[in-house]
């Protein structure tokens, strides 16, 4: 039965009055960012996350926004990343999940978009010649598809590529539907294993790559499981049940849930397919803003989505 | 908020004791076949469906089934559809929906595997002349793409070919998760206003085509708000709780649903990607066998999948 | 076997010295702007083109050129299509081909970045209310996909809509490769049978639908047998052969290509699937900024590529 | 300019008289098989080929033949591939090529309905234990959207996943537009510098990779530049033309393609999109079948394209 998220802001909520936590929120136009520093294993243990910084930047109407505020949205991304990546060498971005699944599609969208210059930048161009940091990219596909764990494949690209970071892209599961395509998490912590819309086994870390992963993660989907959950809870809440009559009421759902086969169906927009473009792409925007920062916005725009 | 069901089969469960309607079952192997019949204006206002025939088959393992299974599938369509088609005259397959979202292209998705004739049926083919009964086929695309009703296309498309019935082919939405993509629902009623995962504007039917059409769908999608109030109704009984308190939970939870903008959250299963093109092609192979009676399942399986 | 050409202007260079024709050509920037004027019957038999205009766009580096570039294309469009344009009511376009062979399918892929407002005209909304002109849009498909011929749905769509004009959009064949993806042909004659990468087989005209017809043609392929024949002509023309050598030469060359099966073999640029797309989109900006005077540049952006 | 081809069959016709190369032929029903050996370092510099074994199965009709003769086609790529694999170990199949350009898709096309066994050969499911053999996919994309060389990515890919062999799939380019969709090629020389529809920069082979790599190449495009020459040599010589003139015209018609840029056009089938994955599908059931001798085809059949 499937109540988690992998949205380390929404596992702080749950866990109020836990030691070896630092959270800090401000807003910056219409995005509210949320630093998360969980700082002990006991608090890791308990949120069910690694030690690490998470960074969230939430815009509730990043959906159908304007174009401006959608670029502050890939500026706030560019500014969160430049912190957390190293100051030279190239990088390898990851694209994570099964492109020909929607809600898991995010990280091959966000390839299409991201300017890949690893094989350019020695080229004597007068005009970018000694301006293009190296940035390459692969999408390994997942395991049923490919029978390859993803970080086989991630592992042997690294030792070939000596990319000084890996920068992996993931769609995630939350606890709250209003978070789908309208939040953005950016750790250094990498990708866990049993996180993500398909439940990553292995996971991609620095010590399983030897280099410094950075992952970003866009949740796609609520379990159907949490949905219920949580209207069952804001109700008995109101009807003022008491403690021990609400714990055997959640106890009785996730056993109705069960027999109704109810554990893997996600909660989704009807119009996933095309949000899941539109926030890749401001993805991308974000990330090539934060990788090439000799090149101005109009070279990045006009390289990444309109040259071959 | 949407708690609305596009199967009568459902509907008519939620209206028992209910007069004017005529309800009979029986199971073909695996499948499950339901005939229900809507006899009064009085039973039709009642389930806010149109008067006439609904049979539903359902096959719970539809989704992961092995090939003989979705062969019975298929034939379990044709003979269901051959009681309702026309005896004689070429046939309109409508495909509904828009093929870029995923939980609204079945009916893009079903033209694919379609064998289309209505050009063909009087090329002097040793073989095949006076054989072919003609087929033609149409995706109107939604408004909100095209600018225009897909009855006015539809219309037009009557007019100018002279089908002597239309098939139109939709995505539906269930009050049970079990139904997506395991259940068929085949009716002479045509295409309603408000039914479909898209809620068309203007329906199909005959009073608006001038020829009998004949719908066929399958759920796709469970609005998110049925789920929550299912959970919370199966949770109120299990704690016996009083009608009207019962009643008053319910109002609760609407206005909880609709502060949350839930309403047009949709469930649907991780997998629904690949879905739709299995249960596509079941239901193509289901109309080609009972449109096309004088040929052998061999002949129509090399027309249809595999000639260009 | 296939010497032809859609491209009134390359017709006209191979007829120098006929008389009913009336040509004329400017330079704008990079562009070069070439009206054909076919005047009498005599000259449309001797072109195989129907009497009216023909205006050629040719931009020798289009297919790679930078943003600014393309944005004067697309103004150019917008000049040229607004001579021929209705002054009011509403607007039909008419994607032609095939949407999954690439090189046909230009249509499909203008469509994908039409701004379609019939459905919004309408709608109070404070900052578009009276400022947009209705324009809808269909892709009929191919008959070999759909059993019926384009005319007959286009027909239909016409009765119900009642558009003003169509504006019919469709990938052509050239005799020069050079023109591949690098000219737009604008026409107000319509679409004539036997015309297009795919020969239609009926014509949309003024005739045939009781509206003007404008069609917008990008030349896609050149059949390899006009690459076999041209490389020809120039050789034997450098060798200094007499006219009835070169006849024959002809003739033997006509033969061999048709013993080698190479009457439907086209050629075509390696990327014509990434080009497809770039200049579909150069022409739906020209279409936005030509249907949609009242709206600026910016708000046209906004709402063709940016709002779902 | 590009006269080049990758099958060994059209560069042995071409080089008549050589010694260093065997050649044998033999038909198995509509199928003409083809083994050449390039034995020595001489015969291998004048075919610009690698020494090794070249098998060709040629099928005139393979496009459009019933699914009886594509099923021939399939048994005779397992038959001589099953010559060529190591008799245990996990194999490695590698898609090469760029899956959003239509005529360099084979390998990804192919991938689609390869089974893929890695991850699944130690489930205990009573019926399949013990009977898979492992076999795992990737599809590396290509330098300009990756940034990463293929030999990079699969180098990575072999030394975690431990193949006992390669086998790399790609699109060829031919001399003769008939081979197109008609003629595959296996090789045990595995992919070299030059080859293939995108000119691959770096080989895949026991040299790199450290273990065998077998190819397996159909032709999907023939050079627009090799058309023409070929038109001209066959008319010089029926105009009975003396050797030097002859000469003479081939240097004028090589001058004047490159003037008209056409080193970089391909000749193609309209059909290309449908094409590559009918050929793909054949390709992969031989695949299936060469690597699964314990399974039964209808095994095989149910595993690789009906099941998730």
Same mark, same amino acid.
């Given at each position: 039965?499937?109540?988690?998220? #992998?949205?380390?802001?929404?596992? &702080?909520?749950?866990?109020?009055?836990?030691?070896?936590?630092?959270?800090?929120?401000?807003?910056?136009?219409?995005?509210?960012?949320? !630093?998360?520093?969980?700082?002990?294993?006991?608090?890791?243990?308990?949120?069910?996350?690694?030690?690490? *910084?998470?960074?969230?930047?939430?815009?509730?109407?990043?959906?159908?926004?304007?174009?401006?505020?959608?670029?502050?949205?890939? &500026?706030?991304?560019c500014?969160?990343l430049r =912190?957390?990546l190293p100051p030279n060498g190239d990088l390898l971005v990851?694209?994570?999940? *099964? &492109?020909?699944?929607?809600? +898991?599609?995010?990280?091959?969208?966000?390839?299409? +978009?991201l300017l890949v210059t690893r094989h350019l930048k020695d080229?004597? +161009?007068?005009?970018l010649h000694g301006r293009l940091r190296g940035v390459c990219a692969?999408?390994?596909?997942?395991?049923?598809? =490919?029978?390859?764990?993803?970080?086989?494949? $991630?592992?042997?690209?690294?030792?070939?590529a !000596?990319p000084a970071a890996?920068i992996?892209?993931?769609?995630?599961?939350?606890?709250?539907?209003?978070?789908?395509?309208?939040?953005?998490?950016?750790?250094? =912590?990498?990708?866990?294993?049993?996180?993500?819309?398909?439940?990553?086994?292995?996971?991609?870390?620095?010590?399983?790559?030897? %280099?410094?992963?950075?992952?970003?993660?866009?949740?796609? $989907? $609520?379990?159907?499981?949490?949905?219920?959950?949580?209207?069952?809870?804001?109700?008995?809440?109101?009807?003022?049940?008491?403690?021990?009559?609400?714990?055997?009421?959640? #106890?009785?759902?996730? +056993?109705?849930?069960?027999?109704?086969?109810?554990?893997?169906?996600?909660?989704?927009?009807?119009? $996933?397919?095309?949000?899941?473009?539109? %926030?890749?792409?401001?993805?991308?925007?974000?990330l090539n803003l934060a990788f090439q920062p000799r090149l =101005?916005?109009?070279e990045i725009?006009?390289l990444s !989505? #309109?040259?071959?």
């Amino acid at each position: 039965m499937q109540f988690r998220t #992998d949205l380390a802001m929404e596992s &702080r909520e749950m866990a109020a009055g836990l030691s070896g936590i630092t959270t800090h929120s401000r807003h910056r136009g219409a995005i509210e960012e949320t !630093h998360v520093r969980i700082e002990t294993e006991e608090a890791a243990r308990a949120l069910e996350k690694a030690r690490g *910084n998470y960074i969230t930047l939430a815009h509730p109407g990043l959906k159908w926004c304007p174009p401006e505020e959608r670029k502050e949205m890939a &500026r706030a991304i560019c500014e969160e990343l430049r =912190t957390l990546l190293p100051p030279n060498g190239d990088l390898l971005v990851v694209g994570l999940g *099964n &492109r020909s699944m929607t809600a +898991d599609a995010l990280g091959s969208r966000v390839l299409e +978009d991201l300017l890949v210059t690893r094989h350019l930048k020695d080229i004597p +161009d007068e005009s970018l010649h000694g301006r293009l940091r190296g940035v390459c990219a692969a999408a390994p596909g997942v395991l049923g598809v =490919t029978g390859l764990e993803t970080a086989e494949v $991630v592992q042997g690209i690294v030792e070939h590529a !000596h990319p000084a970071a890996v920068i992996a892209i993931d769609a995630l599961a939350a606890r709250e539907s209003s978070r789908i395509c309208t939040t953005v998490q950016i750790t250094d =912590t990498g990708i866990r294993p049993g996180s993500g819309v398909r439940n990553h086994r292995v996971g991609l870390t620095k010590e399983t790559l030897g %280099v410094p992963v950075i992952a970003i993660g866009v949740p796609m $989907v $609520v379990y159907a499981s949490v949905i219920a959950r949580d209207a069952l809870s804001l109700l008995l809440n109101d009807i003022g049940m008491d403690e021990r009559t609400h714990a055997q009421a959640m #106890d009785t759902l996730i +056993d109705k849930l069960a027999e109704q086969g109810m554990g893997d169906l996600v909660v989704t927009p009807r119009e $996933v397919d095309e949000l899941v473009g539109r %926030v890749g792409r401001i993805i991308a925007d974000g990330l090539n803003l934060a990788f090439q920062p000799r090149l =101005t916005e109009e070279e990045i725009q006009l390289l990444s !989505h #309109d040259e071959p």
